[in-house]
């Protein structure tokens, strides 16, 4: 029991990512799991376990990180996906089944995907006694996948995730486009459909600023792009548009590129343009990632990976949405971003491919008058009524067996 008046069940988190990063699917079950208490979350991922500490929202569980060297990404991919199947996969088995076995949770939350998904599958061939709730953010059999681990195995994950799915006692989606598919392949709802949302203090702050808009000028438009550029055509293509419109726009552009990675010997690297900023955690991204004017959310303009633009869509965006910052979309129209953002009328949002169409089109926007209160207005709309995270973790809780006292 706690001060809330609350009963909280213990809660073993099992995903494909770390407990503590700003990456994958984190934010947004770091954001759901707000209020409950840090003493009655376990977290379990393909690592090495983690006492707590500052950034992290519990104490983490692992068994032992795969070496970089054996990782699948560009080379050898097929003998480091036997080395995971033979050597690494059983010993993570082990481990997850004895986490569950000595902490003895009353709820075990699975985010399935990559090379997390098969462990996951084989932990379940023993039936779990715990409550099983299960959160698909994307599809196993995306092209990223493909080609770490090639066709075969990306159908197989594919196979296990939905295996997953129905084996659970309730689940969750971020789109309905992902939902109506799971159902179609397992015969199983999604309980929820939860996208990363808005806080109500976020959302009151949104409504406030719609209504009393920023009055000076800016001297610089500062565009953020937070995390990997995996459409490279995509961002190259936004950037040459910026270029073609810098010597007509009322004040200078610069996107700022929030990445680990460093992008400097790429052709489209432009660096009158573009600020690299590195990876920053918390508080400090946080806070600088806010000075942005515009957010930029991209994905593959061709419908080249349909099993993922068609169902899941960037955590970024919407919370991009939630810091307050309107939206520039670049993305195929069959895309679950492209159809949310056009939907809402939300900033730019485009499919074209030809850089002076999108160049006058963002001249128009940077240069006109009022765009940015008229911008928060709708967003305020679309966060309330869609990506609302009060009322999402209060539907989750539902879900999850948190009672009130009186219960």
Known sequence: MTSTGKKYPKLLVAASFRGNTGAGGYPMIEQLLRGWPRDRIIWWYPGKAEKLKEGM????????????????????????????ELFYLPRAVR??????????????????????????????????KQKLHVSIHDMADTDGLVKKCGRERADSFQSQLEEIYAMSDSRDCVTAEMSQ???????????LIIKYGAEPEQIRALREKSANPPSETPSVIRIGYAGTVIAEETFALFIRALRSIGDRLQCPVEVHLFSPFSYKNKSWFDASLIRERGFLSGD??????????????????EDSDPRYNGYSIPCKSTR??????PLICLANKNSTLYKMASTHSLGFVSDSRDEKFIGSELLKLF?????????????AVLLETECNAARNRAALFDLLGVQNQSE
């Open 284 to 301: 400090e991204f946080t806070r600088e990632y806010a000075r942005s004017h515009w957010g930029l959310s991209i994905m593959h303009l």
């Open 181 to 191: 598919d799971l159902e179609r392949c397992t015969g199983k709802k999604a309980d």
């Open 320 to 325: 991009t949405l939630a810091d307050g910052i």
């Open 57 to 84: 929202c519990c104490e983490s569980f692992g068994p032992g990180e795969i070496p970089k060297w054996m990782t699948p990404h560009r080379r050898f991919n097929e003998i480091k996906c036997r080395f995971f």
């Open 95 to 128: 481990n997850l089944r004895k986490v569950i076995r000595t902490e003895k949770p009353d709820v075990v939350w699975m985010a399935p995907y990559g090379f997390a998904t098969p462990i996951f599958r084989k932990v379940l061939n023993k039936q779990i």
């Open 367 to 379: 240069n006109e008058e009022g765009s940015l209160s008229k911008e928060y207005v709708k967003m």
